[in-house]
C-alpha cells in the first residue's frame, strides 16, 4: 500500500509538472518542445528512482522521511528552476537535480549494506548522476544555443544509458505496491491536464465556446483514464505480480520505469494543446500546439500499445488506429477552429472505447471480476 509520505512527494512532482507546460506554453516552437520533452525525461527518471527506493525501504522511518523531505525541497528547487533551465537558472536547475539524486543514491546505500548486488546498483547509480547533472550545470554557466541543447541530450543520454546498461540484477520490488505508485501518477497526469484546463479558462471570458471547450478538453482525459484504468492497468499489475526474479524485475523497468513515460509525455503535450486552444477557441492552432494536442493523445495510445506488447505479447489494432486518426487531425487542428479539433479527438477517443467495451465484453467482464474476487 502506497504510504502517506510517497502521497506527500508526489504533490512536488504535480508542481514540476505544471511548469514543464508553462515552460513549452511560453515559447509554442518545436525547439522549446524538444527542451520540455528533455526536462520532463530528467524529472521521470528522478520520480521513478524513488519509486524504486521505496520499494526497497520503507519511507515512513526515521532516517528515510527526513531524505525524502530534503528531495522533496531539492525538487522544487528544480521545479521553480525549469522555466529558465535553459536560461538564467540552467545551474540552479542543474544543481538541484544534482541533490535530488545522490539523496536517492545515499539512502540506497544505506540499505545496500551487507547487500552486494543492491551496492552494484548504487554504484551505477552514481556513475550515471554526476556526470548527468554536471553537464547539464556545465550547459548553464558556459553555452547557450546549440551546444546547450547538446550538452542536455548527452545528459539525459548518460543518466538513463548508465543505468540501464548495468542491467537489473541487484534490484528490489514490491510489485503492488510498485503498480499503484505508477497508477497514482497516471492519475497526477490526469490532473495535470485538468488544471491546465482550469488555467487556460482563467485567462479568457467565459463564453458559451469557451466553457464547451473546456468540458470536451475534460472529456478526453476521463477517456485517457478510461483507457488505462479500465483494463489495461488491472492485466499489467496481474502479469507482474506472477512474474518472479529477473523476469518481474525487467517487466518494472520496461513496463512502468521506460513505458510510462511516454504515456506522461503524451498527457503534458495534450495539456499544452488544449491550454492553447482555451486561449482562442475559434482559431485554429499554430503547428507546435496542434503537434501536441494531436500528437500527444496519439503518444499516450502509442504508449499503450507498446505497454501490452510488452506484457501481453500482443497488439492493440484499435489503438493503433485510434492513434492513426489522432496524427491525421494535426492538419485540421491548424486550419479550423480549437473547439473543432477538441470534439474531433473527443470522437475518436469515446469509438476507441465503445469498440473495445463492445468487442472485448466477455475479456473485459472475467478480468474485472477476478480483480474484484481478489
Known amino acids: 500500500m502506497v504510504s502517506p509520505l510517497e502521497l506527500f512527494f508526489d504533490l512536488v512532482f504535480v508542481f514540476a509538472l505544471t511548469q514543464v507546460t508553462a515552460f513549452l506554453a511560453a515559447e509554442?516552437?518545436?525547439?522549446?518542445?524538444?527542451?520540455?520533452?528533455?526536462?520532463?525525461?530528467?524529472?521521470?527518471w528522478a520520480w521513478s528512482g524513488y519509486t524504486w527506493l521505496t520499494s526497497?525501504?520503507?519511507?515512513?522511518?526515521?532516517l528515510p522521511r527526513l531524505v525524502m523531505f530534503a528531495a522533496m525541497g531539492a525538487m522544487l528547487v528544480v521545479a521553480l528552476a525549469t522555466p529558465g533551465a535553459f536560461g538564467e537558472d540552467g545551474v540552479l536547475w542543474g544543481l538541484g537535480y544534482l541533490a535530488v539524486r545522490l539523496l536517492h543514491a545515499a539512502l540506497f546505500a544505506l540499505a545496500a549494506r551487507g547487500d552486494p548486488n543492491l551496492a552494484r546498483v548504487v554504484l551505477s547509480l552514481v556513475r550515471s548522476l554526476i556526470p548527468?547533472?554536471?553537464?547539464?550545470?556545465?550547459?548553464?554557466a558556459a553555452f547557450d544555443g546549440t551546444a546547450r541543447d547538446v550538452l542536455w541530450v548527452l545528459a539525459v543520454a548518460l543518466d538513463y544509458g548508465l543505468v540501464l546498461a548495468a542491467g537489473v540484477e541487484g534490484w528490489h520490488v514490491h510489485a503492488r505496491h510498485f503498480a499503484e505508485r505508477f497508477g497514482l501518477v497516471m492519475i497526477i497526469a490526469f490532473g495535470e491536464s485538468i488544471v491546465a484546463v482550469g488555467v487556460g479558462a482563467e485567462e479568457i471570458e467565459l463564453g458559451a465556446e469557451a466553457v464547451l471547450a473546456a468540458l470536451l478538453g475534460v472529456g478526453?482525459?476521463?477517456?485517457?483514464?478510461?483507457?488505462?484504468?479500465?483494463?489495461?492497468?488491472?492485466?499489467?499489475?496481474?502479469?507482474?505480480?506472477?512474474?518472479?526474479g529477473t523476469a518481474q524485475l525487467r517487466m518494472a523497468r520496461d513496463s512502468y520505469a521506460l513505458l510510462h513515460l511516454p504515456m506522461i509525455a503524451g498527457v503534458v503535450l495534450f495539456a499544452l494543446g488544449v491550454k492553447k486552444v482555451l486561449e482562442h477557441t475559434g482559431d485554429p492552432l499554430k503547428d507546435m500546439p496542434a503537434v501536441a494536442l494531436c500528437g500527444g493523445i496519439a503518444l499516450y495510445?502509442?504508449?499503450?500499445?507498446?505497454?501490452?506488447?510488452?506484457?501481453?505479447?500482443?497488439?492493440?489494432?484499435?489503438?493503433?488506429?485510434?492513434?492513426?486518426?489522432c496524427l491525421a487531425l494535426i492538419p485540421v487542428a491548424t486550419s479550423a477552429a480549437g473547439v473543432l479539433t477538441l470534439a474531433l479527438l473527443l470522437a475518436v477517443c469515446v469509438a476507441l472505447l465503445a469498440?473495445?467495451?463492445?468487442?472485448?465484453?466477455?475479456a473485459r467482464a472475467r478480468i474485472r471480476a477476478e480483480r474484484v474476487g481478489h
Open 28 to 44: 509554442p516552437t518545436f525547439g522549446q518542445l524538444g527542451r520540455g520533452m528533455l526536462v520532463l525525461a530528467l524529472l521521470w
Open 56 to 62: 526497497t525501504v520503507d519511507p515512513e522511518l526515521g
Open 132 to 140: 548527468g547533472a554536471g553537464l547539464i550545470i556545465l550547459a548553464g
Open 220 to 244: 478526453i482525459v476521463c477517456a485517457l483514464w478510461w483507457a488505462y484504468f479500465d483494463v489495461v492497468a488491472v492485466v499489467a499489475e496481474e502479469r507482474f505480480t506472477a512474474a518472479e
Open 301 to 325: 495510445l502509442l504508449a499503450h500499445v507498446a505497454f501490452r506488447a510488452r506484457n501481453v505479447g500482443s497488439l492493440s489494432v484499435p489503438r493503433l488506429v485510434a492513434a492513426a486518426a
Open 355 to 362: 469498440y473495445e467495451v463492445i468487442r472485448y465484453a466477455e
